[in-house]
T-cell receptor
């Protein structure tokens, strides 16, 4: 079975620019998560979708971050404008029966 | 915010030895306790998980011990191998999980 796909794998932008990340979950997985993983720390949940509805976005900095999951499958996470502290790996995960499976992540560097 | 405290931050073990990583949680409503393994440049991979109705779960060389009254759980890696060298994260929650800060494990050949 194919895993969670993410693109791009790496992105370097300047502060105040915008960036978007894409995630394709495992087929049939209704729940999708976006995490931020800062170097040396554990992943931190940004947003959780159930099908195409938001379950929890309490830790998403909504003044600059947005996410959507059209048709309950693929998802995009956008940052606009980026700040230096947004430099991190952005991980997408999907689950069917509670077990979360992660993609390889997108490493974002903001200069 | 609910926390999951993980220790040690780093661990060095001889090949063939036992690696032990500990975690503590706060929220008694949590009912799912997974461990993830992460290699550099990769996403976390689910290693083993336990629910609070059992005190221990073993899968191959990996064992989770769970102490509900103490709100603690631990990962034991038996016969540790150099290929086990990675960062390990405990987590706790339900359909939403909170991760610990990770333990960098290095197995000496």
């Amino acid at each position: 079975e194919a895993g969670v796909a993410q693109s791009p794998r790496y992105k370097i932008i300047e502060k105040r620019q915008s960036v978007a990340f894409w995630c394709n979950p495992i087929s049939g997985h209704a729940t999708l998560y976006w995490y931020q993983q800062i170097l040396g720390q554990g992943p931190k949940l940004l947003i959780q979708f159930q099908n195409n509805g938001v379950v929890d976005d309490s830790q998403l900095p909504k003044d600059r971050f947005s996410a959507e999951r059209l048709k309950g499958v693929d998802s995009t996470l956008k940052i606009q404008p980026a700040k230096l502290e947004d430099s991190a790996v952005y991980l997408c995960a999907s689950s069917l029966l509670g077990e979360q499976y992660f993609g390889p992540g997108t490493r974002l560097t903001v200069t | 915010q609910q926390q999951v405290k993980q220790s040690p931050q780093s661990l060095i073990v001889q090949k063939g030895g036992i690696s032990i990583i500990n975690c503590a949680y706060e929220n008694t409503a949590f009912d799912y306790f997974p461990w993830y393994q992460q290699f550099p440049g990769k996403g976390p991979a689910l290693l083993i998980a336990i629910r609070p109705d059992v005190s221990e779960k073993k899968e191959g060389r990996f064992t989770i011990s769970f102490n509900k009254s103490a709100k603690q759980f631990s990962l034991h890696i038996m016969d540790s191998q150099p290929g086990d060298s990675a960062t390990y994260f405990c987590a706790a929650g339900d359909d939403k999980i909170i991760f610990g800060k990770g333990t960098r494990l290095h197995i000496l050949p």
